[in-house]
């Protein structure tokens, strides 16, 4: 059975990181759900915008597949960039979406988790103030439609870069939205908090640039495989990234990354089929 896990919330979940900074990360037991169905992850993972990348969710996958050698995972991407509490509402497209994705991944999967990282525009005008309530009231109608009362439900902090950004004069209240996401993993049954203490930005100071990216999945399996707040930056974070992206592929996995770069143009006919017999 795969164990599944739901990813929702703004840009930060779908993934801004450039794909160049960081090596792909290639497993076949690690999926995507695409219209419905499992196919092998590719990056970007949650394609919402034509600037989506890297996120953190493929490192995630990665280190749960470092303790579960034979399992499979699937990641179920539903974040959407610039969106607000007030449009994950229930009822709301998004919510619905969400709900719509998960019920379809739980014909074929476990839903083991899920992983949220938003804030970003709800850090103005005074809506941090409501981030705690607005927030509890949305996880609680998720876990009421999708019947997943007591499955993980891990936030992640807003990069501490926000407020010097280019975007900087917008995200004034940041801080405060930190906190009310780190209140309701202290006050919430299985939910929990992991800082992006140490974290970087593209050049937009708004993003996690793709290496922080590889981090901060690390962070959030701490926080799955653990059931635990994660407060400071883990030691061996980098290190376990690597393990990660540097995972021998087997021959299928060889060769799904050679098809992928003919169907992308990349290389002739002939070149594919002159590596493809390299493999054998």
């Known amino acids: 059975m795969i164990k599944s896990f739901l990813m929702i919330g703004q840009s930060n979940m779908g993934g801004r990181g450039y794909l160049k900074d960081v090596k792909p990360i290639v497993d076949e037991k690690i999926s995507m759900l695409v219209n419905g169905r499992w196919q092998i992850m590719t990056e970007p993972i949650n394609f919402d915008r034509p600037t989506s990348g890297v996120g953190l969710a493929a490192s995630f996958a990665g280190a749960w597949r ?13 974040a ?9 509402a229930a009822g709301g497209p998004l919510f619905d979406h969400a709900v719509l994705q998960a019920k379809l991944a739980l014909r074929t999967s476990q839903v083991d988790g899920i ?22 009231v949305i996880v609680k109608a998720l876990r009421e439609e ?33 906190s009310a996401l780190s209140k309701y993993a202290e006050t ?24 922080s990216l590889r981090k901060f999945g690390i962070r959030y ?13 883990l030691p061996g974070e980098s290190e376990m990234v690597s393990v990660v992206e540097e995972r021998e592929l087997n021959q299928a996995e060889k060769r799904m990354l050679l098809e992928i770069g003919f169907g992308r143009g990349e290389m002739t006919l002939s070149e594919l089929e002159e590596k493809l017999t390299a493999l054998k």
């Open 80 to 88: 959407d960039g610039g969106s607000s509490l007030d449009d994950w």
């Open 115 to 136: 992983l949220w990282h938003q804030g970003e525009n709800d850090s103005m005008a005074g809506r941090s103030a409501v981030y705690y309530g607005k927030l509890s």
């Open 146 to 178: 999708l019947n997943l009362p007591d499955v993980p439900f891990i936030a992640g902090g807003l990069g501490t870069f926000l407020s010097t950004g280019r975007y900087g004069q917008y995200f004034t209240e940041s801080d405060a939205v930190n």
């Open 221 to 233: 399996f701490e926080a799955y495989h653990k059931r635990t707040n994660v407060w400071t930056p």
């Open 188 to 211: 919430t049954p299985n939910a929990y908090f992991v800082t992006a203490e140490g974290l970087t930005a593209n050049a937009d100071g708004l993003h996690f640039d793709a290496v």
């Open 66 to 78: 470092l303790k579960h050698e034979d399992g499979q995972i699937g990641l179920i991407p539903c």
